[in-house]
């Protein structure tokens, strides 16, 4: 299993252009979050899908989009980029969001720069 | 309000010291906590919860619900240690999980 998936690794953007950051599970997990890390601030939560067909924001929603495509899929879209969208974003999953006790799975980042 | 709170930013202590990573939440009712690593370059993974009491890599942490604390321990630093370290409140029903801020770790030679 490869488990949770993020293309693409790297990405430089200009001010104003738009990108879709993809992620993949192949644990069947229910749940699937988008993060951004960046220093000093650490882990925090931009969107986040309980569930196939539900998405929620998090702590830091302003300026991005979700999809839940599917059971498997979930991909963040950047409409139209800003230098504070400089960070590292992470995908994670995990079983079921409803009963706390799960452990979630990370991706390996998405190292994102906007000039 | 559910929240996590990890005062140090940095932590630096030199191999063969012992090491404690501070976590402390404000949580209605009984938690369970975890504590996630990520090693430089790589993804964040699960260290340890508090519900399964098991020791991983040397790590241990309590619960202390009179303090209100999860501390991570270790009693000898290894250089393999120095990582980010981040302490973990995860959901109460519709609530959010709850991450601190993360503390990095440098073991010092």
């Known amino acids: 299993n490869a488990g949770v998936t993020q293309t693409p690794k790297f990405q430089v953007l200009k001010t104003g252009q738009s990108m879709t950051l993809q992620c993949a599970q192949d644990m069947n997990h229910n749940s699937m979050y988008w993060y951004r890390q960046d220093p000093g601030m650490g882990l925090r939560l931009i969107y986040y899908?309980?569930?196939?067909?539900?998405?929620d924001k998090g702590e830091v929603p302003n300026g991005y989009n979700v999809s839940r495509l599917n059971k498997r899929e979930f991909s963040l879209r950047l409409e139209s980029a800003a230098p504070s969208q400089t960070s590292v974003y992470f995908c994670?999953?995990?079983?079921?969001?409803?009963?706390?006790?799960?452990?979630?799975?990370f991706g390996p980042g998405t190292r994102l720069t906007v000039l | 309000a559910q929240r996590v709170t990890q005062p140090e930013k940095l932590l630096s202590v030199f191999k063969g010291a012992p090491v404690e990573l501070k976590c402390n939440y404000s949580y209605s009712g009984s938690p369970e906590l975890f504590w996630y690593v990520q090693y430089s370059r790589q993804r964040l993974q699960l260290l340890l919860r508090?519900?399964s009491r098991e020791s991983i890599k040397g790590f241990t942490a309590d619960l202390n619900k009179g303090e209100t604390s999860f501390h991570l321990k270790k009693p000898f630093a290894q250089e393999e240690d120095s990582a980010m370290y981040y302490c973990a409140l995860p959901p109460l029903r519709d609530d959010k999980i709850i991450f601190g801020k993360g503390t990095r770790l440098h073991i010092l030679p």
């Open positions: 899908s309980a569930s196939e067909g539900t998405t």
């Open positions: 994670a999953s995990s079983e079921d969001w409803a009963s706390g006790y799960n452990e979630q799975f």
């Open positions: 508090h519900i």
